[in-house]
Nanobody, 121 residues
Framework: QVQLVESGGGLVQPGGSLRLSCTAS????????MSWYRQAPGKERELVAT????????NYADSVKGRFTISRDNAKNTVYLQMNSLNAEDTAVYYC??????????????WGQGTQVTVSS
């Protein structure tokens, strides 16, 4: 059974920091690109950050560039999202996503259950 389990969410004050973790099981972790998405109430889910299989390439949404850092530890089957300088617009449920695209075009796409991040004073 494939499982992605997020942790590290919670309540934080504006300007503060949080580090989210997502630990995977039941898959060959190093074969998957990993991403963090978020969804705020009433808004569509948006891509926050992506990291390549070996961690050598990352991409970020413009809204989080310079504040968030995605990283991974393949030995621990874990991807992280370090979030600094948080503000109220970062409040959302954050989801971990694993994607593997096969040579024939099929994809494997798995999601975690989400973890709530609330930025409020």
């Amino acid at each position: 059974q494939v499982q992605l389990v997020e942790s590290g969410g919670g309540l934080v004050q504006p300007g503060g920091s949080l580090r989210l973790s997502c630990t995977a099981s039941g898959l060959l972790f190093s074969f998957y690109s990993m991403s963090w998405y978020r969804q705020a109430p009433g808004k569509e889910r948006e891509l926050v950050a992506t990291i390549s299989r070996g961690g050598g390439s990352t991409n970020y949404a413009d809204s989080v560039k310079g504040r968030f850092t995605i990283s991974r530890d393949n030995a621990k089957n874990t991807v992280y999202l370090q979030m600094n300088s948080l503000n109220a617009e970062d409040t959302a449920v954050y989801y971990c996503n694993a994607v593997r695209t096969m040579a024939g075009g099929a994809t494997y796409d798995y999601w975690g259950q989400g973890t709530q991040v609330t930025v409020s004073s």
